[in-house]
């Protein structure tokens, strides 16, 4: 079941770390385009594969070996932005390693490391046997040699017409011309057999149609390679090299890898038990350890340099605290629940991995972010990218954030490597608790996991797609929290019991609030202040803040992310017509920092603010305030017992389901619709709900405590 193309192209949005510069080279029948990042030695370039893929199946690596080295990536003849030959001698190994010399001169390259999967290897092997001086080392992923087993689908004639279409017989002409989308879903699927693989296998699918028929059936109309010629490549390698084989590789065969590391001298082999044939997609952060452990090993070591050891017990103790950048309000609880740490350990250093806008928060009241978080690719920038006119599938925009959590997660791993940390802190870090539970030998330290929702749910515009996804991701969640029961020391859930949505976490599986019930603690809601003295000595904070007695003030706001601007716009437009049903309107809109304030085009009376510190203190002066629906904006109102119009995303399952839901049991705010809410009907519920009065029930003021106790109990 795989999604539509129109869809699967949006995968292509956002980058963790866009190229550096980017070229074209020509060379044997081919157009070849390159791209290259950042700098350092040992150089690397990443080869690319057959061309039923581009250089993008490299996603998970390059971002990762940029920050330390010169990355080199191109994309083979017939996808990417490369020329599509229809001449099959262009897609032979011997031309593929034309165009990689080529690729390696234009982009001023003496040598490098080759990395490479599948069909990568021939290709690489030739440069290696041929121009020894131009590589210093090769690692080689499920290679596809004439080694070994016969690959998948070998015998199958490619041009005849079939009797059948089953299996293998897809990889055929006359099938591709008829259904080249199932074609490129049966061999995604086969390529990625390992569980809960749908992200790889949607990449794949929208990979390959880029290349479409034209573009990949030439190279399958290319005659077999000379068995004694590449028998005599293999024994001229003189490299370094290692060979990475799956055990479930259904594409080559596991049996090609264990050959090929035996008919060149002195390769290693890791065989990749439970693997299938693309582990540089599905197994990222294993296979770029390997890589980087095999680059670290053809350097000499560097001197050791001098340091000094601290006797165990008379280290300080130590956490890392990684805040999510989405929303601002994950900032403020997470500050509140660090100053109550303390409190309970103060001794406790705290180093924070942040992104922008959060570390703008957390410089401000005086925490000590990590000078790695300057290396964080942006999360906030996805979801930017993401959304179109108030609308946000953040369940789809997660999954497509895959890239960004790989190359954010090494980050991590990296730091937790160096720092000596007794504690980790995620608060909602689902790049490290998800690949954590893919590679639980990584797990250094005690690791502290938080978050306000649990389970992932489909929308109605998703239909059952959407459905089976969602069902799918929560099905690996339950299954890794229950083969690895170690990996969260504790699970902090922000919130109550009766906040859990009813729903179930799919077809067979059990309902959200048990499984939570069962897995987590209960911290009660965090807002991040004590909303008493807010509540009752409003009149001097509007006083403080510059509110008149005489003004009722209308406070706009849509988060730090820059997601709602299209709200922004909407409201502010509506304050002429507001106004004029309620005297002495005064309106105050936030922009945030990720929104330029002249682009709102504002009104007069209407005053537009950038970054406001401490926003919650003018939600708790205003009269009304206008929101997005994001959990921590609008629980701030319910705490300061102000009323609210809040708008949720559309297909944003958190704010539609989760948010509403614990709103619902507040009984607090005004839902609102953005696509069916004009001018006029956003003034008309900003004057009927200015002066009502509110029934809130009440929010734990002690939440901070609660969760720094749960907390320090690990440390």
Not at 64 to 77: E, T
Not at 169 to 181: G, L, M, S, T
Not at 190 to 217: C, M, R, Y
Not at 299 to 322: K, Q, V
Request: glycine share 8%.
């Amino acid at each position: 079941m795989t999604a539509p193309a129109a869809v699967r192209s949006r995968a292509e949005q956002t980058r963790a770390r866009d190229p550096d510069r980017t070229g074209f080279v020509d060379g044997d029948g081919a157009r070849i385009y390159y791209e290259v990042y950042g700098e350092g030695d040992p150089p690397i370039m990443f080869v690319p594969p057959w061309s039923i893929v581009h250089s993008r199946v490299w996603k998970g690596q390059i971002p990762s070996f940029a920050r330390r080295h010169k990355v080199i990536a191109w994309d083979a003849p017939g996808n990417g932005r490369s020329s599509k030959p229809s001449d099959p001698a262009a897609h032979h190994f011997f031309s593929m390693a034309t165009h990689l010399l080529a690729v390696m001169d234009a982009t001023e390259t003496p040598a490098a490391v080759l990395v490479g999967v599948s069909a990568s290897t021939m290709r690489s092997i030739v440069v290696a046997a041929r121009h020894p001086e131009r590589v210093l080392g090769m690692v080689l992923l499920c290679p596809s040699v004439p080694l070994g087993e016969p690959a998948a689908g070998s015998d199958v004639p490619f041009d005849d017409p079939l009797p059948t279409d089953e299996g293998w017989a897809k990889e055929n002409i006359h099938f591709w011309q008829r259904d080249f989308e199932g074609y490129l879903e049966f061999f995604a699927g086969e390529a990625f057999n390992e569980p809960h693989s749908t992200k790889q296998i949607e990449d794949l699918v929208g990979w390959g149609l880029g290349a479409g028929v034209d573009g990949l059936a030439p190279s399958l109309q290319m005659q077999a390679p000379d068995l004694d010629i590449v028998r005599a490549l293999f024994a001229d390698v003189r490299c370094p090299v290692l060979v990475v084989q799956g055990d479930r590789d259904a594409i080559a065969h596991p049996t090609k890898g264990p050959a090929l590391a035996q008919a060149i001298a002195g390769a290693r082999l890791v065989e990749f038990e439970g693997g299938g044939h693309l582990p540089n997609c599905r197994h990222p952060v294993k296979v770029n350890l390997m890589i980087n452990d095999f680059v670290e090993s053809l350097a000499p070591p560097p001197p050791m340099p001098s340091r000094t050891w601290i006797r165990a017990l008379a280290r300080r103790r130590r956490a890392l605290y990684i805040s999510s950048p989405i929303g601002l309000g994950h900032a403020q609880r997470d500050a509140a629940i660090a100053a109550e740490l303390r409190k309970l350990r103060p001794e406790i250093e705290i180093d924070w991995l942040a992104q922008h806008p959060v570390t703008a928060v957390l410089e401000e009241r005086g925490e000590r972010v990590h000078p790695a978080s300057a290396e964080l690719a942006s999360e906030s920038g996805h979801f930017v990218a993401e959304a179109t006119e108030h609308d946000l599938n953040a369940f789809q925009a997660i999954r497509r954030m895959d890239e960004i959590q790989v190359a954010n997660f090494m980050v991590f791993h990296e730091v937790v490597e160096q720092g000596e940390y007794d504690l980790v802190i995620g608060d909602e870090a689902w790049d490290v608790d998800y690949f954590l539970h893919e590679n639980p030998e990584l797990k250094r330290t005690a690791f502290a996991w938080m978050t306000d929702f649990v389970g992932w749910l489909p929308m109605p515009d998703g239909g059952d797609r959407e459905a089976y996804l969602t069902a799918d991701y929560n099905a690996e969640m339950i299954e890794h929290v229950a083969r690895f029961p170690y990996l969260r020391d504790r699970s902090i859930f922000v919130g109550d019991p009766d906040d859990i949505v009813p729903d179930a976490f799919g077809p067979g599986m059990p309902t959200i609030r048990d499984w939570t019930e069962q897995n987590f603690r209960f911290a009660g809601y965090v807002t991040g202040f004590d909303p008493t003295p807010l509540v009752e000595g409003r009149e001097a904070l509007r006083r403080e803040l510059g509110y008149h007695p005489d003004e009722r003030v209308v406070v706009v706001t849509v988060g730090g992310s820059g997601v709602g601007s299209a709200l922004l716009r909407r409201v502010v437009g509506a304050f002429p017509e507001a106004a004029r049903l309620v005297p002495g309107l005064r309106m105050i809109a936030v922009a945030g920092p990720r929104i330029e304030p002249a682009s709102l085009a504002a009104p007069p009376g209407v005053e537009v603010r950038a970054f406001v510190p401490d926003l919650y203190r003018h939600l708790a002066a205003s009269d009304l305030a206008v929101v997005q629906g994001g959990l921590s904006t609008t629980m701030e109102l319910v705490a300061a017992r102000r009323p609210f119009l809040y708008f949720p995303l559309q297909n944003h399952f958190e704010q539609q389901r989760h948010v509403a839901h614990r709103l619902d049991r507040y009984r607090a705010g005004r839902r609102m619709d953005y696509a069916t809410s004009t001018s006029e009907t956003i003034a008309a519920a900003i004057a009927e709900e200015i002066d009502r009065p509110v029934d809130y029930r009440p929010v734990t003021s002690d939440g901070a405590a609660r969760a720094a106790a749960m907390i320090a109990e690990l440390i």
